[in-house]
């Protein structure tokens, strides 16, 4: 495994991968957020900057890659305000010296505020829209959110790679063991709910406003899953506030799209499974130079401690 995916990609590359496509850079070029794969602002001769997303290496195949732009494609052509990307010689996967690319439209914005109700409920609107097209056809190439994919997976990961520390190895595989057969009974129970296509990262961070007008970003971790998994993402504070905030998000989404209740039965499930998920995706990035820099709190007996601490806390959860 390539640990340093991007030590190639230099600024020279950037731009010229840029300019591979058809466009005429200024030489302007800024390193935006993103830890997964690489994404920059470019500057355009004539034209707004472009973002321009350098894929990680090995993780998708190009089938899966093209499958996420046809979905946003899908969308932004039903006027749901879903960042897509620009074609150039009928493509939207580009691929120079090795490097897979795509290139965006720049799109500003703050992230959502979760207290604003109306914001709230116009982003329950989106998301039924959504919806409503993942519902008309599948992902063929793409994961489906599951017991296996985002929990036993990177679970078996962290144990094989030796993460768990030793001295908490027992306690940490005894609680995990229990949580993932409790899930798997969860998941039984509402076996026959729906999987349809979703964002999959649908948190407030992927949500820009500008100006009241909203940007829906980063389809990079779209895939099959129930309906509630691009809803409890936005969701946070107290009992109440949660409460508040699920009555909006739903009143916006059943304007344009039904939303089955038994579908909230699952989000503990899913909140725990993207905790082990989350553990096993920076275990599988450790080796990249940019993730202890950027997350240096993790792989630290403190870190381990305060996750069995936290997955208690959910087993007790699921088991009521």
């Known amino acids: 495994m390539n640990t340093t995916p991007y030590a190639d990609l230099s600024p020279d590359m950037i731009l010229n991968a840029v300019e591979s496509t058809g466009y005429v850079c200024t030489g302007a070029l800024t390193a935006l957020n993103s830890y997964e794969n690489r994404v920059y602002q470019v500057g355009i001769e004539g034209a707004s900057p472009l973002v321009a997303k350098f894929y990680r290496p090995n993780r998708w195949t190009d089938a899966a890659i093209i499958e996420e732009h046809e979905f946003a494609q899908e969308l932004f052509d039903l006027e749901i305000p879903v960042v897509a990307p620009i074609a150039a010689n ?3 996967l580009h691929e120079y010296e090795g490097f897979r690319f795509a290139v965006f439209p ?3 914005g703050r992230a959502l505020e979760v207290d604003d109700m109306m914001q709230l409920e116009q982003v329950g609107r989106f998301i039924g829209r ?6 008309s056809r599948e992902f063929k190439h793409r994961i489906h959110i599951n017991v296996e994919t985002y929990g036993v997976q990177p679970y078996q990961f962290l144990l094989q790679n030796n993460f768990i520390p030793e001295e908490l190895r027992h306690n940490f595989c005894a609680v995990t063991d229990n949580i993932l057969e409790l899930l798997r009974e ?3 129970q509402e076996d026959d709910l729906p999987a349809i296509r979703l964002h999959g990262d649908f948190h407030a961070g992927n949500i820009l406003w500008n100006d009241g007008v909203l940007h829906i970003v980063d389809l990079d971790d779209c895939l099959m899953g129930p309906a509630v998994q691009d809803i409890w993402m936005l969701l946070s504070g107290s009992e109440n506030d949660v409460k508040l905030q699920l009555q909006h998000i ?4 059943e304007e344009f799209n039904d939303f089955n209740m038994r579908e909230l039965h699952l989000i503990e499930s899913l909140r725990t ?13 450790w ?3 940019a993730f202890p820099a950027s997350f240096p709190w993790f792989n630290t007996p403190k870190y381990w401690q305060q996750q069995l601490g936290v997955l208690r806390e959910q087993e007790e959860l699921l088991g009521l």
């Open 90 to 92: 009928g493509c939207t």
């Open 250 to 253: 739903l009143t916006g989404y």
């Open 287 to 289: 080796e990249d130079p």
């Open 186 to 188: 969860r998941f039984d």
């Open 130 to 135: 959504i919806h409503a097209v993942g519902r």
């Open 106 to 108: 720049r799109k500003g």
């Open 273 to 285: 499974l993207r905790m082990i998920h989350y553990a096993g995706w920076l275990a599988r990035r």
